[in-house]
């Protein structure tokens, strides 16, 4: 939205994302990561048939995933600010 984009599919607003915000440098590339891979188990769980994610995997995605939000968050407070 804050840069006049949208998609109707989420690996679509995925792929905007990290072009305009993790390869501009806004976000760090290693934090966007977790975007990729909190999604891509989210389409294991929904569309394979026997998929067993162990609970270290569960807890560093949610790591990921917790990092992701606070430098979101970090970003958008601070362009606030400007």
Same mark, same amino acid.
């Given at each position: 939205a804050l840069k006049g984009l949208d998609a109707s599919m989420h690996s679509v607003v995925i792929s905007l994302f990290l072009q305009h915000f993790a390869k501009g440098g806004l976000v760090d590339k290693d934090i966007a #990561?977790?975007?990729i891979r909190s *999604?891509? #188990?989210r389409l &294991?769980? &929904?569309y394979s048939d026997f998929v067993v994610i162990k609970r270290p995997e569960t807890e560093a995605v949610q790591r990921g995933v #917790?990092? *992701?939000m606070a430098a979101c968050q970090s970003f958008f407070e601070s362009s606030r600010t400007k």
């Open positions: #990561r977790a975007l *999604f891509e #188990r &294991d769980s &929904d #917790r990092q *992701f």
